[in-house]
């Protein structure tokens, strides 16, 4: 899905080979209310920040949680709109709002449908 995609780069039409590579909470390292998510964008680290709202308001909206590859894909689902759109300039650094964070969790499980409830940090299965 998000996690490793092609996308199209609107201007230079320039194929860009997008990987997932990490995901720090922000509060620590920057501190920040957000999640950052780390992707290797053809040769360059691009971050995406989500909001820790977007945790909050999607259980009071739906009871259940999002999961750490949940925000991956909704990360993953921003940097794949913002190449196609254009609005990726070459920024190191996005940080969306809340609207635009579940907007694009909206997004994803429209397309992917609603992910199967696991643990934030799933635990391998006892031998």
């Given amino acids: 899905m998000y996690d490793d995609f092609q996308a199209v780069e609107r201007w230079s039409r ?3 080979h997008c990987a997932y590579q990490a995901l720090i909470v922000a509060i620590a390292t920057r501190h920040a209310d ?9 040769d360059r680290a691009v ?5 820790c709202m977007m945790w909050v308001d999607y259980e009071k909206e739906t009871g259940r949680k999002v999961t750490d590859p949940l925000a991956v ?3 993953g689902h921003f940097l794949k709109y913002a190449i196609e759109s254009g ?8 940080s969306l709002t809340r609207r635009q964070a579940m907007e694009h ?3 994803v499980l429209a397309d992917h ?10 635990w391998p299965e006892p031998a």
């Fill in 14 to 16: 320039k194929q860009v």
């Fill in 34 to 42: 957000a999640v950052d998510i780390k992707f290797q964008a053809g």
């Fill in 47 to 51: 971050w995406i920040a989500l909001p």
């Fill in 73 to 75: 894909q909704v990360a």
């Fill in 87 to 94: 609005l990726d300039g070459g920024r190191e650094m996005y």
């Fill in 105 to 107: 969790l909206h997004a």
């Fill in 113 to 122: 449908g609603e992910p199967p409830q696991q643990p934030i940090t799933p």
